[in-house]
């Protein structure tokens, strides 16, 4: 068997993954944009297709501007 391309680590979903991010900084954006992670391991780092970096990162830019309202 020849090595196995990464996918995504979000649940359903199988496109090839894009970037990489660590589960402490993406964990918590991934349940606010109601996604899943596929991956039962305790994994540090999350593979993520460009589509669903794109929805993690905008929701990590959103998490920020939240906390500077509240912090001011
Ligand atoms: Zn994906």
Redesign the pocket.
């Known amino acids: 068997m020849s090595a196995k391309k990464k996918t ?3 649940e359903a ?1 199988s ?1 090839v993954s894009k970037k990489t991010v660590s589960r402490e900084k993406a964990g918590k954006a991934i349940k606010q944009a109601s996604l899943n992670l596929g991956v039962r391991d305790k994994v540090t780092k999350i593979h ?2 460009a ?2 970096y794109k929805i993690i990162k905008k929701q990590l830019k959103k998490d920020r501007e939240i906390e500077r309202l509240r912090w001011g």
């Open positions: 995504c680590d979000i979903c496109d993520l297709c589509k669903h």
